[in-house]
């Protein structure tokens, strides 16, 4: 098992400034690629892909939902029983584990009293003793290197994409294409660290067709869209996914950052995206919420507490798995007992609920090699709606319809 380390940046609303510099720089010489990215199938209808990705450390199926183990560490699972789920990639934040390779420990939470952005850099105030502290793209690449991660991101310059300063979304834009540049020349092992690069834009479909045109031209060996889950309508995130994805090279891993829903998730994918992150698993657990094929159960509610059978029939998680299978054989009525009251509730659920969002991308991945996707995203949300066609988002719909799935019809 193998760490993203996560930009930090892209976590944040950044305070607007002005730019130093009002265009991108020219771009760098192409970099060298610690992957190889193993293109498998294509959906015959949707622009969904299954591949194999090659990273220094194994092989990554994708597509693929990454786990975030904030600080190198799953809330609630033992890195054995992330493996037991099935992970094959789990994603890290840099200045968590910066307390792993530095004296000087803080975290994220700093990020709350952020003071300001400039072309510098990120300047925030640390939780421990309230000084200044300055994170450049050069220092964050020399940390991710210390890390010793397969895949680093560069440091991007990020606001909500439901602001309405065109301006400020096109400087944060600019500025991010700068930084990478200086993330690229301050890599020291492009031949066995990826550098991926983060499209950003907010929602104006220009500005993501400039920055991903400045992006690719730099060649990094993945490319990330960033900038979304921040709040905007879903018709509005698919509109740049499907945008972004229809100018990415075909042969290199794309990246949604902070998606994890299991609608965005197959709905993204049929939209041409591989790779995704989001801690809604891991947290809706400690909530008591189990995820479904037919959605999210609140296990604390007593109509489950005389239910005395797995969380889902059929799944294969150690939670739900039965003991002559090696598992725990954890029924929903053990969970409304012991979620209300007892950490091991959100354990059991964080299983589940990984092992759920794992399989979810392993069961698409099967069905666009056989070259079954509109036929797998019918029969999900089907299940998901208890094939009750009026309750389907109107966004899913639209979205699947642009690339030629109707769910609506018979």
Known sequence: MHGV????????SIVPIISVQESPTMAPTPMPSALTFELLGKCSITKARAATLHLPHGPVPLPIFMPVATQASLKGLTPDQLEDQGCRLCLNNTYHLLQLISDTSFQMVSLLKLAKVTEEGVRFLSPHDGSEMLLTPEHSISL??????DILMQLDDVIATTSPDLARMREAMDRSVRWLDRCIAAHKYPERQNLFCIIQGGLD????RQCTAEMVARDTPGIAIGGLSGGEAKDEYCKVVDTCTGLLPEKKPRYVMGVGYPEDLVVSVALGADMFDCVWPTRTARFGNAITDRGVLNLRNAVYSEEFVPIEDGCQCTCCRSKDDGGLGITRAYIYHVTAKETAGAHLLTMHNVYYQLNLMKRVRQAILDDQYPAFLRGFFARLYNGDKSKYPDWAVGALKGVGVDLLSD
């Open 205 to 208: 479909l220009d500005l993501r």
């Open 144 to 149: 991710q290197n210390s890390i010793g991660s």
């Open 5 to 12: 380390s996560e930009s930090l940046a892209h976590l944040c």
